[in-house]
Structure formats: C-alpha cells, structure tokens
C-alpha cells in the first residue's frame, strides 16, 4: 500500500523535470544565501525543498563553452610505453644509476633524467596484472602477475621472505633477523617499547626489505614508513605496496633523508647492512634528526652481539667489535639511553631532553633542519627544541594516538608555522570533513576497502588524510616543495606520514602502487613551473588500473587537466563544490581505464 504513488522514483527524468529540478535547486540555493543576508524569509522551506532534490543530477558538468576555447582543438593522445617499461621507475633507473659513484651509495639515489629524456608515453601494466587483494590479505598474498620477479623466492628461500606459490606470492612473515616470525620479533620489541598503548605512532625502517616488519606493525595500529633502495634484490619495494604497506625506495646515501626533524617516533634497522659508525656517525645522526625527543632506535643485527656471532657472520671479531664501540660512542653524543640488549637486538631511547652536550659535539644549524630536497647530510647533530626547564620534553608532550589526529600540534601551539594558529588548524579539520563527506557521495568506493594505498599530492595539514582515517587504509601525504607553507611536521605530529617531493620529477616509486590520489589546487601551484603533462603522465604512471583520482581546483584549470586526462583515456566527471554552482572551485573526479 502506498507504492504506487511512488512508482516513478526510479524512472529516468524528463528533459523538462531535469530543467525545473536544476531550476529549483539553483533558486533555492539563491534563496539560502539571500536569507543569510537578511533579504528573505524562506529558509525552512529552501532546507525542505534541498534535502528532497537531487541536486547533483547533472552527473558531469561541460564548460567547454564558457572556459578556454582551446578545449575545443584536438586532444593530444598518449600512446603505450614499450612493454619493457611495465617498471620503469625514472628517478631509480638501473642504466642511469651505474653512470653515478658507488661511494657511499650514491648511485642508489634519486637522479632523474632531464626534459628531453622524460618519457612521453603511457607506462603499460604487465601481461595477466590483476587488482590487488583487499587488505588484510594483501599483507600475505600478492599475484605473480603484479610483480613477476623470482629473485628474491630464491636468495630469501631460508629466511622465510617469499614464497612462490602457483599464481600467488605469498609472504609468511619471515626475516632474516625474525626467523620466528615478524608477530614474535614485534612482542620482543614491545617488552622494551611501548607499542601497545597508542605512544608510539610513526617508524622509520631503514631497509626493509618487503616490508613485512611494518606489515605486522599494523596490528598494532603503528604506521610505519619503509624505505630500501632498488637494488639486486629486485622489487623489495613494489612487493611492499603491492602488499598495502607504506613504502618508497629509498637509501641512507649522501643526501638528506626527505622527511622534517622529528617526524618518527621510531626507527628501525634489522640487518639492512648500513655502516652506522661511517662517515663520522653521519648516518646515526641523520635518523636522530628526523627522530622525535623520546623516540626509540633499534638495531638487529650485525654488529650487535657480536661476540657469538663473528664466525657465523664470517667477519673478524675485532672488527665488529670496534663497530659497536662506534656506535655506543655516536649514541652518547646523541643523548640516545641503552635501554636493552638481549641476543642481536640492541635499542636506544632519545632523551626527552638534552640541555648537556658534550663538548665535542659538532651542532647543526637549526634553520636548515627543514631543507632537506637534494641536500647533503653534514655530520653534525641537530639542536634540540630549547626548552623552559629540564623536565619539559622538547618539543612538546607525546600524545596519543588516536587522539594526537585532531589535537592541536605542538609546531602550532609554538608558532613555529607561520600563519596558522589553533583556530584555523580546528577549522581546517572542519572543512576537510565536509570535503570528505561530499567525495564520498560521489565516489561510493572510498569507504569500502577497495582503496588501500592513497596519496595526497599537496597534503597541507593533513585533514584530508585524517578525515579518512580507517585501518583499512593509509595516506602517502606529499608536502609540495614550493608549497607556501611546510606544514610537514604538522602531518607528523598528528600521526600521520608523508614526504617532501617536487612533481616536476617523478616520484619514488614503481608504477601502479597507489589506488586513489587526491590533488587538490595541485595545478594551480605549479602553474608556471613545470609541465602539467608531465606530472599528469605520472599520476597515471603511480596510479593503479581501475584507480581514481579526486582533482580540486578552478574550474579553468580543471578543464586544462581534463583535456589532457581525455588523450590519456581516463574516465572523468566533474561536479560542483559542494557548496554550490557560484563557487568557480570545482572538482574533477577520474578513473584509470584498464
């Protein structure tokens, strides 16, 4: 009973009934916004008559005739790279990287190739490549065809890495310093550290081999950040993301590591082969930098308990042992406190606070701990956040998680970012909630699980990451190096992780280890600056097939994006703000073809 006066709710709109619904949503709007003003008296029926319309009936919005004629030429068509290219990785490539020293591990660095080497061309995905496994399975299952690559099932066969299994990978959890798995390697640590109570929120593994250390980490909802170069061991970071792990490729080389000062509350290297003592401590002294006051240090593995293990190692004892000397040495003239050694894990706590030094103790510049894109590490150590007395910690109380996402930072409270205050940090919070909201209405994916791996191209502060935080996924937050404001010690902060990079080069990454980006006002800020092909060519290359992309910005320069999006052949829509149709802010929602 009552059906049938509602029996054309499901029939498709007249031309007519379109035109008076826009027509009504547009009067309405306007009706709104004049009794905001004091001009009217309708705003319980505006309410009314908004939440029964659909306003977003116009399912894609055509500028072409008001904005850029230009639109109207023909669409440029990118064309599929070479089968040989499935993981070109532009930044890291092998033939490039040989032509730089092999001293201290420069020629595993980021070196891009320049304008006239980029590649014009669509990265193709290889023969049989299929969506990845939700997680959690994708923590232990990974298909052959995403990352054909056997190497590893073979050289990692006794260290329970990998294993080839049919069509799949699969990844038992194993490590050369966790024989017994990452679970029991993880409740060691946590008799130390304190990993269960939300303290500990952000690591930093150096070395990581296929990431299985920060695979497991999720259980206890701690997000680590898994760097390793691309090296013989081919794809340690490709089977990372395929698994749904934070990864970049990545090594401890010359040049700063591309994170704020104290951004991790952890850090971590299990056998990943770095000369710790070298180089004067350099190295040591570059993971102090980005390793808050409190934080821990692990080291598992060589040369830790070396006095049992020399032989097996096939190394001199006197060696080693004048290696961990070195350490313990670094480690005091960093204020970092042996909290445990127990067989060949060894860990440190950084001081909260640290008002003596040592006399010999070169400091760094604190006005440079911030510029690190494409600068040398200097053997220094850098200054703590001074501090009123010595029981305060520097740089302020340790929350925690969840509750540091939406408490306000320690970097605002201090004002140590220029023009952002308690207010508008609460206020950007709201507003990307309300952003959020508005893409989740429109994109109905995002919320189910079929998004693991995502990207913020220009994070700001964070709230796009935080307002979809979920343990079902995780955010890549990209702090634009021309960005007006570096708010990347904020993202920290909130417990959330992220990295400086310049999109005029290719990101540290293999094609098609992201599921969703979110580029918002990204063009506009690189306006002028680099070719919007270019960094649009390598959203396609990152992105997954069937990925999405989320584009906020003018309407102009949508409208540039979404020309040069149709000769890549992506799907797009673009709506309104959510606000309505005056705003000339809009955005443009895309999805990867196969």
């Not at 690591?203 to 701690?222: E, P, Q, R």
């Not at 990307?432 to 990207?455: A, C, E, F, Q």
């Not at 999405?548 to 000769?567: N, W, Y």
């Amino acid at each position: 009973m009552g059906t049938k006066g509602n029996s054309g709710d499901n029939k498709a709109r007249s031309p007519l009934s379109v035109i008076i619904v826009f027509g009504l949503c547009c009067f309405f709007y306007l009706l709104g916004s004049w009794q905001r003003s004091g001009f009217g008296k309708g705003d319980r029926i505006a309410v009314q008559i908004t939440q029964q319309t659909d306003c977003s009936i116009l399912t894609d919005l055509s500028y072409e005739t008001h904005h850029g004629g230009e639109l109207l030429n023909e669409v440029k068509k990118f064309k599929p790279c070479p089968d040989h290219f499935i993981d070109y990785t532009p930044c890291h490539d092998q033939a490039r990287a040989m032509t730089f020293p092999r001293e201290n591990m420069n020629y595993r660095e980021r070196h891009c190739p320049p304008q006239e080497e980029k590649l014009d061309c669509l990265i193709p995905a290889p023969k049989g490549y299929v969506t990845p496994f939700a997680w959690p399975k994708s923590r232990d299952y990974v298909p052959y065809a995403n990352a054909p690559y056997k190497s590893l099932t073979v050289e990692k066969a006794v260290q329970n890495w990998i294993q080839y299994e049919g069509t799949l990978f699969r990844f038992p959890g194993g490590g050369t310093q966790f024989p017994q798995g990452a679970d029991a390697y993880i409740n060691d640590l946590a008799s130390v550290i304190p990993l269960d109570n939300g303290m500990i929120r952000t690591a930093l593994d150096t070395g990581c081999g296929v990431a299985s250390w920060g695979a497991y980490l999720f259980k206890k909802n701690v997000l680590a950040m898994s760097i390793a170069p691309r090296d013989s061991h081919e794809a340690q970071v490709q089977f990372a993301l395929e698994r749904g792990v934070p990864a970049i490729i990545g090594v401890l080389g010359t040049i700063k590591l591309a994170y704020p000062p104290r951004s991790f509350d952890m850090a971590h290297c299990s056998r990943c082969l770095i000369p710790w003592g070298a180089n004067g401590g350099l190295y040591m002294m570059e993971v102090d930098r980005v390793l808050r006051p409190g934080g821990y240090w692990i080291l598992s593995g060589p040369p830790i308990n070396w006095e049992n293990n020399y032989a097996a190692w096939k190394r001199p004892k006197e060696e080693l042992q004048e290696e961990q000397r070195k350490i313990e040495e670094i480690a005091e003239l960093l204020c970092w406190e042996k909290k445990s050694q127990k067989g060949e894990i060894a860990i440190w706590r950084k001081r909260e606070n640290c008002r003596e030094r040592v006399s010999r103790a070169t400091m760094c510049d604190p006005q440079y701990s911030t510029d690190v894109w494409y600068k040398k590490m200097e053997a220094c150590i850098t200054p703590y956040p001074e501090t009123s007395s010595p029981d305060e910690v520097s740089g302020g109380e340790w929350k925690q998680f969840p509750d540091r996402l939406n408490a306000i930072p320690y970097r605002i409270e201090s004002g140590s970012v220029p023009g952002v205050t308690a207010v508008t940090f609460q206020d950007d919070i709201k507003l990307w909630s309300k952003h959020i909201d508005y893409y989740k209405r429109v994109n109905k994916l995002i919320d189910t699980g079929r998004y693991r791996n995502i990207m913020d191209m220009n994070a700001g502060l964070g709230s796009f990451a935080a307002a979809l935080d979920s343990p079902s996924l995780w955010v890549m937050n990209v702090m634009p190096t021309i960005a007006e404001k570096d708010t990347l010690g904020v993202v920290y902060e909130r417990g959330l992780i992220g990295i400086y990079h310049d999109w005029c080069e290719a990101f540290s990454t293999y094609p098609r280890t992201y599921d969703l980006i979110h580029a918002n006002r990204l063009f506009s800020l690189y306006k002028n600056k680099c070719n919007a092909d270019d960094i649009l060519l390598e959203m396609d290359r990152i992105l997954r097939p069937e990925g999405a992309v989320i584009f906020r910005d003018e309407v102009d320069v949508l409208m540039k994006v979404k020309r040069i999006a149709a000769g890549m052949r992506w799907n797009t829509k673009m709506v309104d703000h959510e606000d309505g149709p005056l705003l000339t802010e809009k955005v443009l929602f895309v999805v990867k073809q196969y």
